[in-house]
T-cell receptor, first 114, second 113 residues
Framework: DTGVSQDPRHKITKRGQNVTFRCDPI?????LYWYRQTLGQGPEFLTYFQNEAQLEKSRLLSDRFSAERPKGSFSTLEIQRTEQGDSAMYLC????????????FGPGTRLTVL | ELKVEQNPLFLSMQEGKNYTIYCNYSTTSDRLYWYRQDPGKSLESLFVLLSNGAVKQEGRLMASLDTKARLSTLHITAAVHDLSATYFCAVDKLGGSNYKLTFGKGTLLTVNP
């Protein structure tokens, strides 16, 4: 396993369309995080899974956003009725209980909403 | 709410010079993380600092943590062009069931020949 992977790497969509991103964490990591990063800012926390349980959602995550991790392995992040303000880099990270919460990030999915 | 402040936000330095990036955070946390991000790329973990007085070094970078002052520093020694990148510090809040990281805004480092 070479690290966290994300798909797609880039997504261009029109306002109002739905999009879905996928994240595959490092295989032995049971913790999975989604962050959003806009230009010139640090990543902002969106949501966190421990195994298949979604334990916290940020206030940034409106009801248009939903995330799942059905079998405690890969995760998906769906954005419904996209808005231009959703344009950002969406980053996935994973960690293991033994790693002092050192989080390893994937390459990200860059979303552009036209 | 946990807040993390970095300074400077922009740093332009010459090769061979030394400089320090500062990271202050607002509430008690015993773990601090430094990441590097190259343009258009994801974040690479550099250091994990786990206790007061922790110091870690890798090549020309050295990070330290003072939990009493809620301050971490990233010191750059004899900078080289390859160190040009954005550097983020992040903290997590001990306790509870969420291990989310709160990041600073980042320091954009440019090392000039």
């Amino acid at each position: 396993d070479t690290g966290v992977s994300q798909d797609p790497r880039h997504k261009i969509t029109k306002r109002g369309q739905n999009v879905t991103f996928r994240c595959d964490p490092i295989s032995e990591h049971n913790r999975l995080y989604w962050y959003r990063q806009t230009l010139g800012q640090g990543p902002e926390f969106l949501t966190y899974f421990q195994n298949e349980a979604q334990l916290e959602k940020s206030r940034l995550l409106s009801d248009r956003f939903s995330a799942e991790r059905p079998k405690g392995s890969f995760s998906t992040l769906e954005i419904q009725r996209t808005e231009q303000g959703d344009s950002a880099m969406y980053l996935c990270a994973s960690s293991s209980p033994d790693s002092h919460n050192e989080q390893f990030f994937g390459p990200g999915t860059r979303l552009t909403v036209l | 709410e946990l807040k993390v402040e970095q300074n400077p936000l922009f740093l332009s330095m010459q090769e061979g010079k030394n400089y320090t990036i500062y990271c202050n955070y607002s509430t008690t946390s015993d773990r601090l993380y430094w990441y590097r991000q190259d343009p258009g790329k994801s974040l690479e973990s550099l250091f994990v600092l786990l206790s007061n007085g922790a110091v870690k070094q890798e090549g020309r970078l050295m990070a330290s943590l003072d939990t009493k002052a809620r301050l971490s520093t990233l010191h750059i020694t004899a900078a080289v062009h390859d160190l040009s990148a954005t550097y983020f510090c992040a903290v997590d809040k001990l306790g509870g069931s969420n291990y989310k990281l709160t990041f600073g805004k980042g320091t954009l480092l440019t090392v000039n020949p």
